[in-house]
């Protein structure tokens, strides 16, 4: 069988041979079985945060916007108002569901690249008391940028506010102690840094919060006190779920701890990045973001000045080669992004630096450096 591709991407990713394997077996979505993996999925996700005393964890079909949509459901009601911090696409879109949904929120648009800072958050809580959440973009996979969520969740917390942090591109990879960093609802996925493939996303949410939540989404799909009572009822999904993808999921949970679980996957990634990013400096690319805010998810480079240079005759030479790469999603400049995570290691981070300068050569683009590495070399 030919290679398949690896995904150089913020997920869906490029996954182990072991989950793949996983969903090679069919399941009952009622049968006891199935039910206790969905019980130890859950219940290892709220582990991984340090969640279990105080938060609960409810699972959703579908993707991880899906997730976003059912937690903003869940969890705001007609008074309430939201601040979105907005660095990216991402942050555009919960504004956009929120603007949907007709609940009141306002934003702050920091572009494609700089960070919502402390500071500049603190002021607007102070200025407005009538905003009672806040969503933050953990890592803005737009730029790539990492975000600083525990100044910022400290400060939420101080103004007594709630924080919504959407974490679907780095937990699992990033640090997430619940004991320690003071958040409402936690959202993300099983196709991001968790190596699972897509199909279902989750949410953490507290406790307290979820339990006066009844009867309050407009969306009986998307209701997640709904969800959350009906697994603790029955143990079951309240609809049909992903059988497939939730067996692959408890596979790649398993791989998770194999590896060493939320530090081990971190410094793999960090190594995949800094072996990027150093590279292609080296071929004369440059990053949209400065290291201070680098993520070891994916990384943003500008595209090159030379006429010669187009990103679709460059994403074909590439995937040529056995890798798919990320088109740019910035307003501003023109770029492309190159993913850190998934199975993924230095190894291949080194033959997609070498697809890279074959790519530039093949479409005779000129670039700021003295040497491009071969395939001998």
């Not at 840094?193 to 998307?222: D, H, K, N, T, Y």
């Not at 060493?260 to 990634?269: H, I, N, S």
């Not at 890798?323 to 992004?337: A, M, N, Q």
Request: net charge negative.
């Amino acid at each position: 069988m030919k290679q398949e591709p690896y995904l150089l991407t913020p997920g869906p990713l490029t996954t182990s041979t072991r989950v793949k394997e996983a969903m090679l077996r069919d399941w009952g979505s009622w049968d006891s079985d199935f039910n206790e993996i969905t019980k130890d999925v859950c219940q290892r996700l709220l582990m991984i945060a340090n969640a279990q005393a105080s938060h609960v964890c409810v699972p959703i079909q579908g993707s991880g916007t899906f997730a976003v949509e059912a937690v903003f459901a869940t969890l705001l009601d007609r008074t309430s108002k939201t601040l979105v911090l907005m660095n990216g696409a991402y942050g555009q879109r919960a504004a956009k569901i929120l603007q949907r949904m007709g609940h009141a929120h306002v934003t702050l648009d920091k572009g494609d690249y700089l960070p919502p800072l402390p500071h500049e958050v603190e002021e607007l809580l102070i200025d407005d008391p009538a905003i009672t959440h806040v969503v933050l973009i953990h890592c803005e996979t737009s730029s790539g940028i990492l975000n600083p969520l525990d100044s910022i969740a400290q400060v939420v917390a101080e103004q007594g506010r709630q924080l919504i942090v959407d974490s679907m591109s780095a937990f699992g990879a990033l640090p997430v102690d619940a004991a320690q960093l003071p958040f409402t609802a936690l959202v993300s996925s099983a196709n991001k840094c968790l190596e699972g493939v897509p199909g279902f996303g989750f949410a953490l949410i507290e406790r307290q919060a979820l339990s006066v939540c009844e009867a309050r989404s407009p969306s009986l799909s998307l209701d997640l006190y709904d969800q959350w009572q009906y697994l603790e009822k029955t143990g079951q999904w309240r609809f049909t779920p992903p059988t497939h993808v939730v067996a692959a999921f408890h596979q790649a949970l398993n791989e998770y701890a194999e590896e060493g679980g939320q530090a081990a996957r971190l410094a793999r990634y960090t190594r995949n990045r800094d072996r990027l990013v150093s590279g292609m400096r080296a071929l004369g690319f440059a990053t949209l973001l400065e290291d201070e805010w680098l993520s070891p998810i994916i990384t943003t480079f500008i595209a090159p000045s030379d006429p010669a240079f187009s990103f679709s005759d460059f994403y074909q030479c590439i995937k040529a080669q056995g890798f798919l790469i990320y088109p740019g999603k910035l307003t501003e400049v023109d770029s492309f992004r190159i993913g850190c995570i998934g199975q993924l290691f230095e190894a291949e981070m080194d033959q997609v630096l070498l697809a890279v300068a074959s790519a530039c050569q093949t479409l005779g683009v000129t670039l700021d450096a003295q040497h491009l590495p071969t395939k001998s070399e």
